[in-house]
């Protein structure tokens, strides 16, 4: 199997190293900034191409998409016509712009489009989901979920001015590039049916877009669901709380744990979930690569992509406007 990576700043490395760690075929790589280029050249030892259309002319079977979510489309576009089945982090894109085209034409071609949620391939993350769907907990009624770190943290060796996530006309801003947490809660809960979201830029940080939202939404199946979402805070937090008529789930990433509590018994389940940061990159890679050679629909596949797209682009229309927005 032949894949290209496209964009060889921090993400795409990622899925370089690991790609290259599970043995998946011949890896290459393509950066408009030459010099990233070369950075993984010379630490990965493999073949970079200096002009995009050269590098799709290799005929890849997978194309990766790591580049700012304003360019996802255009690029991925390019990968289809070159019959390549489509990796893209996530967000989808910063807009809604072809993305039903890109569907589309992917379809038309059987191939596959994959979008980066890797949190739906952690190991703690698909525990709650399995024990949520066999209904340890019995009905949803609520859960709440909180993601922040310190922006400039995120890539420590890059200013994180130059960042995408500082730039709005890219596709930053926390509730884009902090997406994650839309993704998950809508896998674990439902589909939302309505959204309202309160996002600002709070702090000190040289960004233009908003670096705080708390999002409230409500499920289909009628569980009320809050989201809290930074890039100011300190110190790394990331978690999720699923209360339900039955039972309390509790998920910790930083922690690797799952707790899970009963009120006949009023005692917490504990579970650690001692997986490494890369096993769930390494996980929806894998996912991928069986999906394209038995032919079956990804977990995260363009719908899916496309359907968180929409709801972290309702939260900022609901910021903007100040008004709950229907989905």
Known sequence: MKILVIG???????????????SAGEILAYDE?????????????MKIFKDLKEALNQNPDIVFVCTPPSSHIEIALEAINANAHVFI????SHNLDKVDDLIKKANEKNLIIFVGYNFRYQ???KLVKKYIDEGKIGKI?????????????????????????AKKEL?????LDGSHELDYIRWLIGEPENIFCIADKLSN???????VADIILKSQNGAICSIHMDFVRPEYSRYCEIIGEKGIIYWDYE?????????ETKNWDIIETSDETDDMYINEIKHLIKCIKNKEKPLTDGIEGKKTLELALAALKSAESQKLVKL
């Open 171 to 175: 596709g930053g801003g926390i509730i």
């Open 205 to 211: 940080l040289e960004v233009e877009t908003e670096d």
């Open 89 to 92: 982090e996530k967000p989808l």
């Open 141 to 165: 009624i609520t859960a709440r979920a909180e993601f922040g770190q310190y922006l400039p943290d995120w890539r420590p060796w890059q200013d994180y001015k130059k960042s995408y996530t």
């Open 8 to 22: 060889c700043g921090s993400i795409g490395e990622r899925h370089i190293k690991n790609l290259q760690k599970i």
């Open 33 to 45: 900034y030459i010099q990233r280029a070369i950075l993984v050249q010379e630490r990965y030892k």
């Open 123 to 125: 190991k703690g993350m």
């Open 255 to 263: 922690e690797k744990i799952i707790k899970i509590y009963y009120p």
